[in-house]
């Protein structure tokens, strides 16, 4: 059962943007809203690493390779998080993936969407 979707990926050119969307369609808010949220990559050939987190009282984290470029942001109301990326790198070209921590420490991974970063 899918429990995270996300969308909002695609081929930019360096300096451009993107928005990724992750939606949560099987949380209901009581599960939703607690939940850390939290978007990680994996570019080719690399780990996955954390890219940025939003907690449930809506502490925001950075990797120190995206602050002041990435921002992390969510919906509860509409079950979802997002991430804006502005000033892309080639080497922000990655797998991104939504990450759920809910507040009963069960943890989802959503499938991942691509990003290529083009100089």
């Known amino acids: 059962q899918v429990q995270l979707v996300e969308s909002g990926g695609g081929l930019v050119q360096a300096g451009g943007s993107l928005r990724l969307s992750c939606r949560a369609p099987r949380n209901i808010f009581s599960v939703f809203a607690p939940s850390d949220m939290a978007w990680y990559r994996q570019p080719p050939g690399k780990e996955r690493e954390l890219v940025a987190q939003?907690?449930?009282?809506?502490?925001?984290n950075y990797a120190e390779s995206v602050k002041g470029r990435f921002t992390i942001s969510r919906d509860n109301s509409q079950k979802k998080v997002y991430l804006q990326m502005n000033s892309l790198k080639p080497e922000d070209t990655a797998v991104y993936y939504c990450?759920?921590?809910?507040?009963?420490?069960?943890?989802?991974w959503g499938q991942g969407t691509q990003v290529t970063v083009s100089s």
């Open positions: 990450n759920q921590v809910r507040a009963n420490g069960e943890t989802y």
């Open positions: 939003i907690t449930g009282s809506r502490v925001e």
